[in-house]
């Protein structure tokens, strides 16, 4: 199985202050076949689902806020914020789905400073 | 626009099985992978299996294998899971998106409200 590895495990930002969150897989996450890397970024909120936010790395799904993107290709990759507002506080995770057996990092938590 | 209501909560001994459904509403699984993931309390998320209803595909993972079966039927998918001890105290979330070939799925785009199943003696 592909390991996920994100860092830090926790951080804490002032509002409007830039977020960044790592994630490093065990494999290449990149396709031959489209160029791609299969990687998707989830945020989960308390009591709540996680939701999806980018996928392929850095594609942003509709209707996602476009302080939030994506980078990294291989296996290093970047979720960032770059406003932090007072809802983003949340957990996020990275997750590859390069296997048949999709694994996810062990999630980044981010709080209010 | 799919939306994914999950069966309720749950209670069950050591030793016993756990079969928790997810019916798609608004649409059907056809064009779609479905997925199960756990998140123990306070822990992360580890996914369990999928199944693909347009090729009948399915896999889980290593840790669950022979203990857990993902099926689903129209519009409705199941996850059953034996051999219940207590470290299957988790929320279970189906989730659904789609896929690109008949063995990889992509993103996990819908997920259900979670169903909390509780292993205890």
């Known amino acids: 199985d592909i390991v996920m590895t994100q860092s830090p495990d926790s951080l804490a930002v002032s509002l409007g202050e830039r977020v960044t969150i790592h994630c490093k897989s065990g494999?290449?996450?990149?396709?031959?076949?489209?160029?791609?890397?299969?990687l998707a970024w989830y945020q989960q909120k308390p009591g709540q689902p996680p939701k999806v936010l980018i996928t392929w790395a850095s594609t942003r799904e509709s209707g996602v806020p476009d302080r939030f993107s994506g980078s990294g290709s291989g296996t290093d990759f970047t979720l960032t914020i770059s406003s932090l507002q007072a809802e983003d506080v949340a957990v996020y995770y990275c997750?590859?789905?390069?296997?048949?057996?999709?694994?996810f990092g062990g999630g980044t938590k981010v709080e209010i400073k | 626009q799919v939306q994914l209501l999950q069966s309720g909560a749950e209670v069950r001994r050591p030793g016993s099985s756990v079969k928790v459904s997810c019916t798609a509403s608004g649409g059907s699984f056809s064009s779609y992978a479905i997925s199960w993931v756990r998140q123990a309390p306070g822990q992360g998320l580890e996914w369990l299996g999928k199944?693909?209803?347009?090729?009948?595909t399915r896999n889980y993972a290593r840790i669950f294998r022979g203990e857990i079966t993902i099926a689903a039927d129209g519009s409705t998918a199941y996850m059953e899971l034996s051999s219940l001890r207590s470290g299957d105290t988790a929320m279970y979330y189906c989730?659904?998106?789609?896929?690109?070939?008949?063995?990889?799925?992509?993103?996990?785009?819908?997920w259900g409200q979670g169903t909390l199943v509780t292993v205890s003696s």
């Open positions: 199944f693909i209803p347009m090729f009948g």
């Open positions: 997750q590859q789905y390069y296997n048949t057996v999709v694994t």
């Open positions: 494999q290449s996450l990149l396709h031959s076949s489209n160029n791609k890397n299969a």
């Open positions: 989730a659904c998106g789609p896929y690109y070939d008949m063995y990889h799925i992509a993103d996990l785009k819908i």
